[in-house]
């Protein structure tokens, strides 16, 4: 299986922030690399697909990169409503796995 | 609109079996793979496996594997997770997903759309 180790778990920024979260592949996972939002008490939802592609309806504020193993995900101005868990999820191989999450919260 | 609604939540003793459904609509529901995820309370998220239901393959997670049965009716566009014995360690929340991609090669694609999810609850 393929390992996505996600840093850091959890991270406590300003409104206005620029905020930075990576994944990392144990394997070269070329760019099948995706983003998901999850709020609490809520389903979670698709951000970011193949590595940078932006899901319709998805605030501009929100940005990935990355190829092969290494990954980030990027909020440019964190706002209230980002609140949420973020997991990075590779589909490049079966099983599809995800890293294990980053809880971001308002400092 | 796509939708994935999912049947409501369960409270089941250890030893019981359950089905718990999802049913799509807006889209057509026998071209797109089908999978299911595990979020135990207060952990991240488990891909379990998924269902084409064009022809009912399945792919399983080697975890899940044995301990979960997928299957699908396509024509009455409804995706099932089903336990024949449930533990205490099956408490948790349950997500019907969408792979964005249609077609049979299509689960090499991230999930597009989520069920509201069904929360199983198992204790004595």
């Known amino acids: 299986d393929i390992q996505m180790t996600q840093s850091p778990s959890s991270l406590s920024a300003s409104v206005g922030d620029r905020v930075t979260i990576t994944c990392q592949a144990s394997?070269?996972?070329?760019?099948?690399l995706s983003w998901y939002q999850q709020k609490p008490g809520k389903a979670p939802k698709l951000l970011i697909y193949?590595?940078?592609n932006l899901e319709t309806g998805v605030p501009s504020r929100f940005s990935g990169s990355g190829s092969g193993t290494d990954f980030t995900f990027t909020i440019s101005s964190l706002q209230p409503e980002d609140i949420a868990t973020y997991y990075c999820?590779?589909?490049?191989?079966?099983?599809?796995?995800f890293g294990g999450g980053t809880q971001v919260e308002i400092k | 609109e796509v939708q994935l609604v999912q049947s409501g939540a369960e409270v089941k003793k250890p030893g019981e079996s359950l089905k718990i459904s999802c049913k799509g609509s807006?889209?057509?529901?026998?071209?797109?793979?089908i999978g299911w995820v595990r979020q135990m309370p207060g952990k991240g998220l488990e891909w379990m496996g998924i269902?084409?239901?064009?022809?009912?393959?399945?792919r399983d997670s080697p975890s899940f594997q044995g301990q979960v049965t997928i299957s699908a009716d396509k024509s009455i566009s409804t995706a099932y997770l089903q336990w024949s014995s449930l533990k205490a360690s099956d408490n948790a929340m349950y997500y019907c997903?969408?792979?964005?991609?249609?077609?049979?090669?299509?689960?090499?694609?991230?999930?597009?759309?989520w069920g509201q999810g069904t929360l199983v609850t198992v204790s004595s």
């Open positions: 997903v969408r792979h964005r991609v249609h077609g049979s090669s299509g689960y090499y694609s991230p999930f597009d759309y």
């Open positions: 807006g889209y057509s529901f026998s071209s797109y793979w």
């Open positions: 269902i084409y239901p064009a022809n009912s393959d399945t």
């Open positions: 394997q070269d996972i070329s760019n099948y």
């Open positions: 193949d590595a940078s």
């Open positions: 999820q590779q589909c490049d191989n079966l099983p599809l796995t």
